[in-house]
């Protein structure tokens, strides 16, 4: 009986894993880029690669993609004169189930062995004891801290952060912290300006206002890339008084004070640039939240809705909408966040010289 098409692909996955062309770690294509590869509906290609991570073959991480798993480490054979346990039936080889067993510890960084679908897998050190010794606490310093919780953040979120996950993964005492930072609130505010001060402007500066504004928030974006937390920190309505986010600021005021605008105009200009920048940034963040709460990356997700688009097409309530879906065809539109940054760069920039111009 032939196989039905996510099958094949899920077939095709598991040989590559066997033979050694796919290894533990690698990135696969998304799963658009295997529905135009394979030639068949976004939704069988999701459905491949959901079940191929609900089998522990593969595993999605939230801000990176799908990723071969690792296998989990054979359990040591039994010792002379023991009857061995009777072990769980394997699946083909060239799969790995990811077993209910505790893993060892994990880098915070790498590849990483699938859990469980009923425990995302963590970073070490988040909600757990890190293993090995202790840390002496004399070697702790407020940048260690800061970086630690920067790290974790990363990783998994704003959420995800605490004094005592700080403490587990620099594998010291919870309140030694305390010595160092007065508590998470404050803690946050410190990873913030330590973010925003990563890059910075180094000399030369390039000339002309369009130059200097799109530098700004060129570093801007890749600050909140490296970072998607970060954008929840900082609402447009209550700034943050950081010193390193003010030097962003000073970079764009540089840009516009020969332009003639008066003070109040700058600053409308400056909290437009970074309005934008700021807006696209939260969906990183947001995404990678929504993610953890459904369960479905966003095509998932998107492909779960589109019997109620095409229910919209139909009705004929809408026929512009219905027109664009049509137009866009089975490909369908794919959302990109640094396509759209361009795009939204590229129009304040041309909009903001059309104004100038007009000025004496």
């Not at 002496?136 to 005592?164: K, N, V």
Request: glycine letters at 8%.
């Amino acid at each position: 009986m032939a196989l039905a098409p996510y099958q094949r692909i899920i077939s095709d996955v598991r040989a590559r894993i066997a033979d050694g062309r796919l290894a533990p770690g690698d990135r696969l294509p998304s799963t658009r880029q295997l529905a135009k590869d394979w030639g068949v509906a976004l939704a069988t290609a999701t459905k491949a690669m959901t079940l191929l991570c609900q089998e522990g073959v593969l595993e999605a991480r939230p801000r990176s993609g799908t990723f071969v798993a690792t296998p989990a480490p054979a359990p040591a054979g039994p010792r002379p004169g023991t009857t061995p346990a009777s072990a769980p039936a394997q699946p083909a080889s060239g799969t790995f189930v990811a077993t209910p067993a505790p893993a060892p510890a994990q880098p915070a960084s790498g590849t990483f062995v699938a859990a469980p679908a009923s425990s995302p897998a963590r970073p070490p050190g988040v909600g757990r004891p890190a293993s090995g010794p202790r840390s002496p606490d004399g070697d702790l310093t407020r940048q260690r801290i800061i970086r630690a919780a920067i790290e974790i953040a990363d990783a998994e979120g704003l959420d995800a952060l605490s004094m005592r996950g700080v403490a587990a993964k620099l594998r010291v005492a919870t309140m030694s912290t305390y010595r160092h930072v007065a508590g998470k609130d404050d803690l946050v505010l410190l990873m913030a300006d330590a973010a925003f001060g990563e890059l910075g402007y180094p000399d030369p500066q390039p000339e002309g206002w369009r130059a200097l504004m799109e530098r700004a928030a060129r570093t801007l974006w890749t600050t909140f890339r490296r970072h998607p937390w970060l954008a929840q920190v900082t609402p447009l309505t209550r700034p943050m008084v950081l010193p390193n986010l003010l030097a962003h600021s000073e970079q764009m005021h540089t840009a516009l004070r020969p332009s003639g605008l008066d003070a109040t105009s700058r600053l409308d200009v400056m909290v437009m640039f970074y309005s934008h920048v700021q807006g696209l940034a939260m969906q990183l963040e947001q995404e990678t939240q929504a993610r953890e709460v459904t369960g479905l990356t966003d095509e998932e997700w998107m492909d779960q809705r589109t019997p109620v688009l095409e229910a919209v097409v139909a009705s004929g309530r809408y026929p512009g909408f219905a027109a664009l879906m049509t137009e866009l065809g089975e490909e369908g539109y794919d959302l990109d966040l640094d396509r759209l940054f361009e795009l939204g760069l590229r129009t304040l920039l041309d909009g903001l010289a059309v104004t100038l111009a007009k000025r004496p």
